[in-house]
């Protein structure tokens, strides 16, 4: 199927490291994202990988790649209650380029 | 700020009315995006324009209409609105590579 999966509710103490966890459908999709949601706002881009890559880091954000599995995550260090959100992965494939595919979110909650 | 902009934030319309969402974006991207939010559902695309003079149906196209004005400017339309279509409404455009999206705000819909 074309569903781009995650899990919904992630919570985490302040300082610790959180990860978000996405499994996607297309092992050729070239880009795969993370997109921040807060709070009555539009997604937000955080980071993205190109399919090339293991890993990307990004300050305190550090994204895995398996393509094997097809499995994506989100590492955040040092998690602040700022990043409490509904995290969103996506992939571009390459069967309709135009048609990105979006997880359904996960939301992180960070206890102080 | 460059971006992109949604007008308007909040609407409630009685089933049957119409009203146009609008959209703008700044940043001089080719491709723009309409997609609706639902609860549990993540993104659905509704539409969205590849380059301007160009629109596509995306996955939930029933029940509205676009335009793209120009290249900056991206319109929805619900013509007869139904209580199904309460949703947040998001637009984006899209960058060359790394292809990313850039989302509005959002706008809040209730049909009631």
């Known amino acids: 199927g074309e569903d781009v999966e995650q899990s919904l509710f992630l919570s985490v103490r302040e300082g610790d490291s959180s990860v978000i966890n996405c499994t996607y459908t297309?092992?050729?999709?070239?880009?795969l994202y993370w997109y921040k949601q807060e709070p009555g706002a539009g997604l937000q881009l955080l980071t993205y990988?190109?399919?090339?890559?293991d890993m990307k880091q990004d300050q305190r954000l550090t994204v895995l790649l398996n393509k094997k599995d097809k499995h994506l995550s989100l590492r955040i260090a040092d998690t602040q209650t700022g990043d409490s959100a509904i995290y969103f992965c996506?992939?571009?494939?390459?069967?309709?380029?135009?048609?990105?595919?979006f997880g359904t979110g996960t939301r992180l909650k960070v206890l102080a | 700020n460059a971006g992109v902009t949604q007008t308007p934030k909040f609407q409630v319309l009685k089933t049957g009315q119409s009203m146009t969402l609008q959209c703008a974006q700044d940043?001089?991207?080719?491709?723009m995006y309409w997609y609706r939010q639902d609860p549990g559902m993540g993104l659905r695309l509704i539409y969205y324009?590849?380059?301007?003079?160009?629109?596509d149906k995306g996955e939930v196209p029933n029940g509205y209409n676009v335009s793209r004005l120009n290249k900056r400017e991206f319109s929805l339309r619900l013509e007869s609105a139904a209580p199904s279509q309460t949703s947040v409404y998001f637009c984006?455009?899209?960058?060359?590579?790394?292809?990313?999206?850039?989302f509005g705000s959002g706008t809040r819909l209730t049909v009631v």
């Open positions: 984006a455009s899209r960058a060359d590579r790394p292809y990313g999206y850039t």
């Open positions: 297309d092992s050729s999709s070239t880009y």
């Open positions: 990988i190109f399919s090339n890559m």
């Open positions: 996506a992939e571009r494939p390459t069967s309709g380029t135009y048609k990105y595919i």
């Open positions: 940043m001089n991207h080719n491709s």
């Open positions: 324009s590849a380059s301007e003079g160009t629109t």
